[in-house]
């Protein structure tokens, strides 16, 4: 198996609810963080940012996009720069992992990433008396000290992968493979798939007209495209999105 | 041999440079990294054969129906149900973590009079005793569930007082239901034939209605298109959600919204450009532009713009009688694309409400709004899952928590079908707990049981012999062989869709002008989070992200 999964979001589409955000922290056994926790010091491996386009008045539009790891293809720079080889890019699937155990939490990674999209867990996991038989058996609880980020809902492609070797197959069928964000985005905004194949829904998307990459400048070739059809939702493209606040605000 | 000095140090120096040579150090690495990654005191999932079921959410009256996967017993994960004919698989951002609300700190699970534990006997003497001395108010938050006709037949029998609290989409239903005489509960909007929809200030696609029935739509036919096939026009003050994707947005002065209708419907007579009836409003077009902030040619154009592609309708953010007129003279009243009454509703209850009576006592029901505030001076006996806070209760009784009770699923507001469902119990619901229908049975057991009358029901639609059943692929109720059968169909997670009416009488009389076209003051859209208390992990979205205000309630 030699895949390349990646996501294209339809901006135009994202109401900026947040049901991403929750079905993500449910699905990874986020927990619950004490009332300090903030947009910086939460563990949100998705979260929808608001973007306006700087017009004052009846001409004023916002959009919102979610940003997750952007699963770098070239040069991940978050890999490159852990000292541990916690952060590895899976050839197979193209997927870039976080390994927790070999984490050391110095966050060299947080500072290489472009894109702001991994936290550090500040804080044991631990929910109320009796919410932790809510936890998802596939997936593992993580100790504070270790950095944490998207793994495009792992599990579940290890899940596939067992649906599809139990049928004595070698591919999964990609209708097993769901990431939480994308199950649960209310109007079909974010579409996942396989982008190295030409017939995937999702690489057919990528490579619309409307179809960009977040700073795709720096040739970290991400595997996360984004697609709008309104020219100041698209130029925004290459501003960081922690950048000015009048350009892009962080909410 | 004699060993030195020298070779002890040889040695000692070899064998530690030799030891990076061989995997112990890195395994003893790796152990130590994974030992700390298990520390005793965190909690480790629960291991366990994993199922998928499918239930209903609870959390509000729209009944979004959602698989839930359950492992070791308990709910694990929670997903939208595609083939929902009305949500399409779309659930709330509370729905996806509210499997965890059942463990939530503020989970009620003793009955407490002024703050003090007491027993369930102590409370129902309590109530017999209120009851005996007057008359008592029962108050219902979700009406028409089999549930609610114990209550209504309670207080039918000890001449009581029965009373609906009706959220902000039913409320903005009320003009129409008064004008005639339809239940409010019976009337719904039809937005799937809609080619313009005129929102003031109504938050569409922020959980208005049942959540996935109009965002579906809108990502369909408008999202992102420069001319879409429907038309969203959002008359708001700020720039919300829904206004961010609107086709146009209209921002206005707040409370402005009533005067902007009757200047659009003063526009439409005079300039003929509707056919419907309606008496003319009063207003002016000059008062109407100082009020509301825009120019009088602007509101000229936007009377132009909702007409040019009809059907229009217009939605309100809650009852707005001049926005209501607007509608009927639009002709979206009895019309596809605008107000329609439900097709053949067994279930509909008019909605009663406060009727004078001094009462001695009131029960509140656990579908009941936190927010509701009980009439002074009366004894309250609040049913809940989760304290909400504040000290607006005699009496805390704890309700059944979610996924816990079974109940069934009569059509949510707004939809013009009518549908029915049962959302089955995936929990034992803990033994302290009681829903107010089982109190008032334990009371009086000569009331219909709640299980009896969902049978009723099933038998009843099936004896009608109309609509289909959706379940993994819609069927008709006629390819079920016996009620039975019907009914296990809807325990299992089904849901009966009604057939749409054809032939839609809704006649609405209005004299005049509805008066009062000043300003008035917002819908409080706070009564979107539902519950008393919020999934821990709905702080995403408005602690470690600003997607959302901070709601004023007790987060414990």
Known sequence: ?251 | MKVSRRDLLLGTAGLTAGIFFTPVPWKVLDDVSVWTQNWPWIPQPARGPVTTKLAACTLCASGCRMRVRMAAGFPVGVSGSATHPLTKGALCPLGFAAHQLNWHPARLHAVRHHGHAVSWDEARAAFEKAYSEGPVGIVDGHSGRAASTVLQSFVAKHNGNYEVVLNPEEKSLLPYAQWSGVPVNSLGYDLENARTIVSFSAPLLDGWGIPGRFTHLWAERAAGQPDPQLRLIQIEPKLSRTASGAWRWIPICQGSGELLAAALAKILIEERLVSGQSPAPPASLTDAATQTGLTAAAIRELAYAIVERRPTLCISDGESPAIAALNLLLGAVGTPGGILPKSVHPFAMPPASANGKSLRAVLIDSSVPWEYVPPASTEVFRFAAWDGGGNRSDWLLPSPGYLEESTDLPTPPTSAVATYAIAPSLLAPSAETKTAAQFLLQIDPTLSDVDQTIRARCQEIFRARRGTVHTEKPAPVTSFESAAKFEEALRAGAVWLDEPRTVSPLRCSLKEWPGNCGRRAPADWVDLWEPPVLPPLAAKLYQESSLRETPQRSQS
């Open chain 1, 1 to 251: 198996m030699s895949a390349r999964y990646g996501m294209v979001i339809d901006l135009d589409r994202c109401t900026g609810c947040g049901a991403c955000m929750v079905a993500c922290a449910a699905e990874n056994n986020v927990p619950p963080l004490p009332p300090r926790a903030t947009d910086r010091t939460g563990l949100t491996p998705m979260l929808v940012h608001k973007v306006n386009n700087g017009v004052e008045g009846a001409g004023r539009r916002e959009a919102f996009i979610p940003i997750a790891c952007m699963h770098c293809a070239n040069e991940t720079p978050c890999v490159s720069v852990c000292p541990q080889q916690a952060v590895e890019v899976d050839k197979a699937t193209g997927i870039v992992m976080q390994i927790p155990q070999r984490c050391l939490g110095c966050r060299y990674c947080m500072t290489a990433c472009p894109y702001h999209a991994r936290y550090f867990n500040w804080w044991d996991p631990s929910w109320p008396p009796g919410m932790e038989k809510t936890l998802n058996p596939g997936v593992a609880t993580r100790m504070r000290g270790v950095v944490e980020k998207c793994n495009l809902c792992h599990a579940r492609l290890h899940t596939a992968m067992e649906k599809a070797a139990a049928a004595g197959k070698k591919e999964i069928d990609m209708a097993d493979y769901v990431p939480a964000c994308v199950e649960a985005c209310p109007t079909n905004a974010i579409q996942f798939g396989d982008l190295a194949n030409s017939e995937d829904a999702a690489s057919q998307a990528a490579h619309s007209p409307d179809a960009f990459r977040l700073l795709a400048r720096l040739g970290t070739e991400p595997k996360i495209y984004y697609k709008s059809r309104q020219a100041w939702v698209r130029a925004l493209a290459e501003r960081s999105p922690n950048g000015h606040p009048t350009e892009a605000q962080h909410v």
